[in-house]
């Protein structure tokens, strides 16, 4: 059985950082490229940043650039994401992912319950 655990999550004040983990298990960990998405309320689920198998490409939305950075260790089946600089528009669930290396929700075929973080202005 496929499963991916997200925690980090919380609330915090704008500017401050925070770092989301995600566990997998029941996959071939380093045969997929893994991804953070998030879902703001009302809104559909976007991609935030996502790395290939070996950890060799990252890429990022537009929204999270010089702010965010994806990391994976691939010896403990854990995806990462650091956040900096947080503003309220960062609000959001936010789920890893496991699949090809995309920024398309539809090319990741195992998905986390999500963990929530809320930026207080």
């Known amino acids: 059985q496929v499963q991916l655990v997200e925690s980090g999550g919380g609330l915090v004040q704008a500017g401050d950082s925070l770092n989301v983990s995600c566990v997998v298990s029941?996959?071939?960990?380093?045969?997929?490229?893994l991804a953070w998405f998030r879902q703001a309320p009302g809104m559909e689920r976007e991609f935030v940043a996502g790395?290939?198998?070996?950890?060799?490409?990252?890429r990022y939305a537009d929204s999270v650039k010089g702010r965010f950075s994806i990391d994976r260790e691939n010896g403990d089946n854990a995806l990462y994401l650091q956040m900096n600089e947080l503003t309220p528009e960062d609000t959001a669930i936010y789920y890893c992912?496991?699949?090809?290396?995309?920024?398309?929700?539809?090319?990741?075929?195992?998905w986390g319950q999500g963990t929530r973080v809320t930026v207080s202005a």
């Open positions: 992912a496991a699949g090809l290396d995309s920024d398309l929700t539809q090319r990741y075929d195992f």
């Open positions: 029941g996959l071939k960990f380093d045969q997929y490229a």
């Open positions: 790395i290939d198998w070996f950890g060799g490409n990252r």
